[in-house]
């Protein structure tokens, strides 16, 4: 996640680990316990920063319009 606040903060994931563990500190979710959402391939899910530095998420499986 970029520093800066605004529309211009932002981050690419790729890998399904790495998301896991991005939506998991957005949910509060220990990792431990089976997801509480489900995970689609190939979609956008968007999560934010909020002003107290604790992350957001606000949306998941997002179709992508490439």
Same mark, same amino acid.
């Given at each position: 996640?970029? &520093?800066?606040?605004?529309?211009?903060?932002? %981050?690419?994931?790729?890998?399904?680990?790495?998301?896991?563990?991005?939506?998991?500190? %957005?949910?509060?979710?220990?990792?431990?316990?089976? %997801?509480?959402? @489900?995970?689609? &391939?190939? @979609?956008?899910?968007?999560? @934010?920063?909020?002003?107290?530095?604790?992350?957001?998420?606000?949306?998941?499986?997002?179709?992508?319009?490439?």
């Amino acid at each position: 996640l970029a &520093p800066g606040a605004g529309p211009e903060t932002w %981050a690419a994931v790729t890998h399904m680990g790495v998301i896991r563990a991005v939506v998991a500190a %957005a949910l509060r979710w220990d990792l431990e316990e089976p %997801a509480p959402v @489900r995970f689609l &391939p190939e @979609r956008l899910h968007r999560v @934010r920063r909020r002003g107290d530095g604790l992350l957001q998420l606000v949306g998941l499986n997002e179709p992508l319009n490439l």
